[in-house]
C-alpha cells in the first residue's frame, strides 16, 4: 500500500492543479428505465407515468455530465451526487456520457430507500485515492419509511491530506417540518458520532442535500460539533441565492461542512448557475433551476432542480 501510494504521489506530483476542487450536485432522479422488482421505481420505465425512455434516460446522463463540466476550468476532482439510483447509471455517467474522458471513479451506497435512490462519490485518481469506505445505515423506527444511507469515504489525497467524506441525503420535509426534523437531527447526529471516533485534528468534508436551512436543527448540531458551513453564503454568478427555489424563493437545503483546518483553506465557494441551467420561473419571475420535468411536462433540455455547490480549496 504505501508502495503503490508513493506511486501516486510521484507520480502527479508535478502536473497537479492549484486547488482541489468538489462539487455537491442534487441529480433529480436519475434513473435507468429498468423496474427493480424490490423498489418503487415504476414511474421512471417507459410505461410509467413518466415515460421514462431511453433516449431521455441517455439525454439525461449527458446533461448531468455537462452539468459536471461546468463547474469548474478544470475538471472537478470530487463530486458528492444525490438521487442516483444504482451502479448502472454511475457506469454510464463515468464511461458512456461526456464525462467518459474524465476519468473518474465512484463509489456508491446501496440504501433502503423505497424508490432506490442512493448518494454516491466520483473521484479523479489523480487527484484522490480512497483507502476504505463503507455505507452508514440511518436507523427506522417501526412504520418509518427507510432513507439513504449516508456514504463514509476515507482517502489521501496528492498532497498527502488524508480526507473523510462523508455524502448524504437526508430525509425529506414529506408529512412536515415538525414531524420529519427529528429524523435528519438523527442523520446529523449519526455523522458527528462518527467525527467523534476519529483523530481530533482530521480533516473532515460533509456534503450533500440535507433537506434543511442552515438555520434548522441539523445543520446546528454539525455546526455545534466543530463543523463550518462553508456555503452558507454561496451565490451564484447570474442571481442564483441558493441551490434550490421554492414558491419563487432561493434557499439552500444542499450545504459543504468541514473541519476548520479545511475551512481555512477554501479559496472559492459557490453556486454553479450558469445560463444554460436556469429558465424562466413563468409563475414568480425570475429564474430558477432548468429541471428535467417542469409541472409533470418533460423538458428534453432540462438538468435537475438543484443547482451545484462548487467549492475550491488551496493545497498545501
Request: hydrophobic share 35%.
Amino acid at each position: 500500500m504505501h508502495y503503490l501510494f508513493l506511486l501516486f504521489l510521484l507520480s502527479f506530483s508535478s502536473t497537479r492543479a492549484q486547488t482541489l476542487t468538489l462539487v455537491e450536485l442534487n441529480c433529480e432522479n436519475l434513473f435507468d428505465i429498468r423496474h427493480d422488482s424490490l423498489k418503487q421505481d415504476q414511474e421512471f420505465t417507459p410505461d410509467g407515468r413518466r415515460h421514462w425512455t431511453t433516449p431521455r434516460y441517455w439525454r439525461k446522463v449527458n446533461s448531468i455530465g455537462q452539468e459536471i463540466l461546468s463547474c469548474a476550468d478544470n475538471i472537478p476532482d470530487l463530486v458528492a451526487l444525490v438521487e442516483v439510483e444504482n451502479d448502472s447509471v454511475l457506469h454510464a455517467l463515468t464511461n458512456r456520457s461526456l464525462l467518459r474522458n474524465a476519468g473518474y471513479r465512484y463509489l456508491m451506497t446501496c440504501s433502503p430507500d423505497v424508490r432506490g435512490l442512493d448518494v454516491a462519490l466520483l473521484y479523479r485518481p489523480q487527484s484522490f485515492q480512497p483507502l476504505s469506505h463503507e455505507s452508514i445505515t440511518v436507523p427506522c423506527a417501526e412504520g418509518q419509511r427507510p432513507t439513504r444511507d449516508i456514504l463514509y469515504i476515507k482517502g489521501v489525497t496528492v498532497d498527502a491530506d488524508t480526507l473523510h467524506l462523508f455524502v448524504v441525503h437526508a430525509p425529506s420535509r414529506y408529512g412536515g417540518t415538525r414531524l420529519t426534523s427529528p429524523r435528519r437531527l438523527q442523520v446529523a447526529t449519526l455523522i458527528t458520532d462518527y467525527i467523534s471516533r476519529l483523530d481530533p485534528q482530521a480533516k473532515v468534508i460533509v456534503a450533500g442535500d440535507f433537506n434543511d436551512y442552515a438555520d434548522s436543527p441539523s445543520l446546528q448540531h454539525l455546526r455545534q460539533h466543530g463543523l463550518n458551513n462553508i456555503s452558507a453564503s454561496a451565490r451564484g454568478g447570474n442571481g442564483a441565492r441558493g441551490t434550490y427555489r421554492f414558491h419563487g424563493e432561493w434557499r439552500s437545503i444542499d450545504h459543504i461542512l468541514v473541519t476548520s483546518s479545511l475551512a481555512a483553506r477554501v479559496d472559492t465557494v459557490y453556486i454553479n448557475d450558469a445560463a444554460f441551467l436556469l429558465d424562466e420561473d413563468e409563475k414568480y419571475g425570475g429564474k430558477h433551476p432548468r429541471r428535467t420535468f417542469q409541472n409533470n411536462h418533460y423538458q428534453s433540455s432540462g438538468f435537475s432542480d438543484h443547482l451545484p455547490l462548487v467549492v475550491k480549496w488551496k493545497r498545501r
